[in-house]
């Protein structure tokens, strides 16, 4: 039973990551119905961002003050957002606003492409080999202040959701009760009655690139500190599992999005234990198929008007 429950922390952990990667999948598609492949090796380049941040210009080691540590990190993670907040919204404009009219396939087509720039850029700049750091964080167990010690709970793991939970709700916040969400589920609605009404379009759908950027540069910081590793093509698997997240909750839905990611996250810890982590990609897709085929509008339903 211990085992079992520390691999659901695991998976929770994991979960809280792809969660903020598929929000970038679902608010894109809920927008403009793209599925943005580019967007896991933009989360890839917020994850290689920070290990040069904290490797070569910050240099931080588990023997810097805990205080210039955490302010270091602070800084890392709000630079890093900007940055690939900035680089998505730089991709919206230049490979998709020219093709919104066109048939569904162009942009598809260059969201691949996009993939594939994304990728060899990091693979041109950090080389294929993974990229490591130093575990920043103390190894002592949360759990044992309270005498539990068959159960690990690690300052990683607390990292995650002290970074992840508070992001999720702000944006649940920022979509559910500004002007600018509003406007958002009004282009997701019908984009051209929207427009007739006042709402910027364009900018909206760029505001919306800009948080998913936002979104995934946090989530590459946070996966490089908890799992102290990444390489060029981390994008493919983060990339597939908050994609199935997105689909699994109900494309377009920020809160299936998240369940659908929590869910994912202990599919993948329990196969990763339990059966194989060579499995593990195989199921994922299975989960993907078989949500595709037998409920396609996910678990909490797609949030997507008809169109014509």
Same mark, same amino acid.
């Given at each position: ?6 691999t659901?922390?695991?998976? /929770? ?16 598609y ?8 580019a ?24 023997a ?15 630079a ?6 900035a ?13 919104r ?8 087509? &260059? ?12 693979? /041109? ?18 759990? &044992?202040? @309270?005498?539990?010690t ?8 607390? @990292? ?64 490089? /500190? ?10 493919f ?6 994609f ?25 810890? @329990?196969?990763?234990?339990?059966? &194989? ?32």
């Amino acid at each position: 039973m211990d085992q079992v429950i520390q691999t659901f922390i695991i998976g /929770l952990s994991n979960g809280l990551i792809f969660a903020l990667v598929a929000l970038g999948y679902t608010l894109v598609y809920g927008i403009i119905e793209l599925i943005n492949f580019a967007h896991g090796d933009l989360f890839m380049t917020g994850s290689m961002m920070a290990f040069f941040l904290i490797s070569v210009t910050f240099k931080l080691t588990p023997a810097t003050e805990p205080v210039t540590m955490i302010a270091v990190i602070l800084l890392v993670i709000a630079a890093v957002m900007v940055a690939t907040a900035a680089i998505n919204v730089a991709i919206e404009r230049v490979a998709y606003r020219p093709l919104r009219n066109a048939p569904k396939l162009a942009p598809l087509i &260059s969201a691949i492409g996009m993939s594939f720039v994304l990728q060899n850029i990091a693979n /041109l700049l950090a080389g294929p080999a993974n990229k490591s750091i130093d575990n920043l964080f103390p190894t002592t167990n949360l759990l &044992s202040a @309270f005498g539990i010690t068959a159960i690990a709970v690690n300052f990683q793991q607390a @990292f995650v959701a002290v970074v992840t939970i508070p992001l999720l709700i702000a944006l649940t916040w920022f979509v559910d009760k500004t002007r600018q969400g509003r406007a958002m589920r009004a282009t997701a609605q019908d984009p051209d009655t929207a427009g007739l009404m006042g709402v910027d379009v364009n900018r909206t759908i760029a505001l919306t690139f800009l948080i998913g950027g936002a979104l995934a540069g946090a989530a590459g910081v946070v996966q490089i /500190l908890y799992n102290n590793v990444t390489v060029y093509n981390l994008g493919f698997r983060f990339g597939l599992n908050a994609f199935t997240s997105a689909v699994l909750g109900g494309i377009g839905n920020l809160r299936g999005a998240v369940v659908g990611a929590l869910v994912l996250g202990q599919i993948n810890a @329990f196969s990763d234990r339990y059966i &194989s982590a060579n499995w593990t990609n195989a199921i994922v897709f299975a989960v993907l198929i078989g949500v595709l085929v037998f409920k396609p509008t996910g678990l909490l339903g797609q949030q997507l008007a008809d169109r014509a």
